[in-house]
């Protein structure tokens, strides 16, 4: 399943580096799928094996980034 590490904020890509640190400051922003523009919420990379990634508020069956 391929993780989406980059997404558009506004008209502009950003990376999840990126998403997360403007997420701490300010947790309202609202990041978008690259792919889909579906609303996706970045993840910090996780005690397991996961790495940083955005996943889809819901599912999108036909968004290649949406998991599920
Ligand atoms: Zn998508």
């Keep these: 399943m391929p ?3 980059t997404c558009k904020l506004n008209d502009r890509t950003i990376d ?4 997360l640190a403007l997420r701490a ?16 919420r970045a ?3 996780g ?14 069956p036909r968004c290649p980034l949406s998991g599920r």
């Design 47 to 60: 005690t397991t094996e996961q790495a940083a990634h955005f996943e889809h508020l819901s599912a999108n």
């Design 43 to 45: 993840h910090k990379k």
């Design 25 to 40: 400051r300010k947790r309202d922003i609202v990041f978008r799928c690259a792919k889909c523009g579906e609303h996706v």
């Design 16 to 19: 999840i580096t990126e998403a």
């Design 3 to 5: 993780k989406a590490t």
